[in-house]
């Protein structure tokens, strides 16, 4: 009975454990403490939304066996310009969404593609390698903040040059997602378009990893040298997984800053990865396996969490900067519980 209850443990996995129980003791908490839980639901739901994607993007890069991609900036980075070329063409609403998505796409397949080739060359070392190129190609891109010949009011500072760290999407692309089809019932609000898009995103996620092409870069992943002796292209199947990952974290962006009504350039997109990471591998995946339900469970857990903790501390402490510290000690804690796991689970 005891080995079972061990096994039982071991297979719901010590991180989605621990971040269960402590989500679980803040509701109970924040109903004690009076705080109405509607409102809370409702944000959940939002930041549920608006970081899913971020967490899709782990899944190709897992199945084909470069693991945990650290690198999610290549892909925001081209999010962010195919963003920023929609909001200089002055569009609004869906239209806007939809020329965004079309230019980060292909320019993201693009660097995908780069990215994957190097990671090629750099066999058993892809996590520290994605990390450099992630932080580097942020750095790069400050530059380009600089020195892109955008003349938007909207962006551009209006004294100098280059583009403002913050950027309001308002009147553009600001809740496109989020208010279509929203259902209001009391202080609830579903955002309902938002949560929509991501469900398409996972099915079809879903569904091309039981294509023919799909089965095949989780057969790459899950052994190279089975895979070999079947006849399949080993690196093909990994650059493959790389430019979807690369492709999913610039639509997420998209995605992401739409919700928040704001885009953040220079630093911000720096450590956007890690939450990401964090918020897989809370829902159950390890650096060489991973499901797609395993892709909401975590983002769930993970963002609910921050979510509810900051009316509680406020009430409890008044620490305004709780959500941001709890955020922060999360996702490195659960990265480096993965990492200790990685022999564990080849």
Do not use: H
Request: with cysteine.
């Amino acid at each position: 009975m005891y080995k079972k209850i061990i096994q039982t443990l071991n297979n719901f996995g010590f991180p989605r454990m621990i971040i269960t129980l402590f989500l679980t003791i803040l509701l109970i908490t924040s109903s004690a403490l009076g705080i109405s839980l509607l409102p809370l639901i409702s944000v959940m739901l939002v930041r549920v939304g608006m970081s899913a994607i971020f967490v899709l993007a782990m899944v190709p890069s897992i199945a084909c066996g470069i693991g945990l991609n650290f690198g999610l900036s290549l892909g925001i980075i081209c999010g962010i310009i195919g963003a920023l070329i929609s909001i200089e063409l002055n569009l609004a609403g869906f239209p806007a969404l939809f020329i965004a998505i079309m230019i980060a796409v292909p320019l993201a397949a693009i660097i995908g593609y780069g990215f994957g080739a190097l990671l090629n060359k750099v066999k058993g070392s892809e996590m520290a390698v994605s990390t450099y190129m992630g932080f580097s190609a942020v750095s790069l891109a400050c530059i380009g903040w600089l020195i892109l010949p955008l003349k938007s009011p909207k962006m551009v500072w209006p004294i100098g040059k280059g583009l403002r760290v913050t950027i309001s999407l308002y009147g553009g692309l600001s809740k496109v997602l989020n208010n279509f089809l929203s259902i209001r019932i009391g202080s609830l609000t579903i955002p309902t378009g938002l949560l929509l898009f991501v469900l398409i995103m996972g099915g079809i996620t879903w569904l091309f990893l039981r294509s023919k092409t799909g089965i095949a870069m989780k057969t790459v992943g899950a052994n190279p040298l089975f895979a070999v002796a079947s006849g399949l292209n080993v690196d093909k199947y990994r650059i493959l997984g790389a430019s979807l990952s690369t492709i999913l974290s610039a639509i997420g962006i998209i995605v992401y800053a739409q919700s928040l009504g704001l885009l953040q350039l220079y630093g911000a997109p720096m450590y956007m990865g890690f939450a990401a990471v964090a918020g897989i591998l809370i829902g159950g995946a390890t650096v060489n396996k991973v499901l797609i339900s395993q892709v909401f469970i975590g983002t769930f857990l993970f963002q609910s969490m921050l979510v509810v903790s900051l009316p509680v501390a406020n009430k409890i402490m008044n620490i305004p900067d709780l959500a941001e510290i709890a955020r922060v000690i999360t996702s490195n804690g659960v990265i480096l519980y993965a990492l200790t796991k990685i022999k564990e689970n080849a």
